[in-house]
């Protein structure tokens, strides 16, 4: 995955984003267990807020309320909204490298791929909230910018360490295929999720359509082939010209 440049009524938008500061913050390694569970709790209701909200609508207000807590509690935990949300996405992130490392890269290279593009424009859809904070301020925030980019590194460099088991590809090549690679996934989702472009939903617009195309075209970036039939779907098949129930046009 690569950074998007933003636009500059992105970057306008920063000013007229309030950043609500505190005193005392109390940090989350000096916390005893129940406060844990409070700023978990608060965490949890902000991610959720967010992913209904937006970014530019986020209040602490509305994040109090549906974690059903004071505002007051807010401030003990967390400095600001900025503060809350850049550690929402890392977590984020923390979840999607960590699913994508268990993944067992045995067997045929395809089910790997799949597994991963279906995981990762699965996450993304669920959360539109962060999607849209990763996507649209990367480059107007400094603190979203540096998670950004240092887990799509992170993943890429993953991506890099399939190549060279399953596709025998040098270090040093594997690493720059992998950057392309990630840029891809990064350019469906952006299309598909964020821009809503009806030239990806030809063969479906739901989650596991959108990885199936990205999956299959990696593949064929990769091996020079198509996967192996029996593995696809119907979009899948229909990428590769083979005979699917789905109508052609």
């Known amino acids: 995955m690569k950074t998007l440049k933003n636009s500059g009524a992105a970057r306008a938008r920063k000013k007229s984003v309030p950043v609500l500061k505190s005193g005392y913050v109390k940090p989350a390694a000096m916390l005893n267990p129940r406060g844990l569970r409070s700023r978990e709790r608060l965490k949890e209701a902000a991610r ?39 550690e929402i996405c890392s977590d984020f992130f923390d979840q999607l490298i960590e699913a994508s490392g268990t993944l067992d890269a045995g067997g045929e290279p395809y089910n790997w791929i799949y597994q991963n593009h279906r995981d990762v424009v699965g996450r993304f859809a669920q959360n539109p ?17 540096v998670i950004w980019k240092r887990n799509a590194h992170e993943w890429n460099l993953q991506v890099a360490g399939f190549l060279q088991a399953r596709a025998g590809f040098e270090r040093s090549h594997a690493k720059r295929m992998g950057f392309v690679l990630g840029a891809m996934v990064e350019g469906v989702i952006y299309q598909a999720l964020i821009r809503r472009t009806d030239d990806l939903f030809e063969f479906g617009s739901e989650p596991e359509d959108i990885a199936e195309t990205s999956a299959v075209m990696w593949y064929r970036a990769i091996f020079l082939d198509n996967p192996p039939l029996d593995m696809l779907g119907e979009t899948g098949k229909h990428l590769t010209g083979e005979p699917t129930a789905k109508k052609d046009d």
């Open 48 to 86: 959720e807020v967010l992913n209904e909200k937006g970014y530019h609508s986020l209040r602490v207000q509305d994040i109090t309320e549906h974690a059903g807590v004071a505002n007051g509690l807010f401030y003990r935990y967390f400095h600001d909204l900025r503060e809350i949300v850049a």
């Open 129 to 145: 909230g962060v999607l849209a904070v990763l996507f649209g301020l990367a480059g107007d925030y400094e603190e979203f910018d």
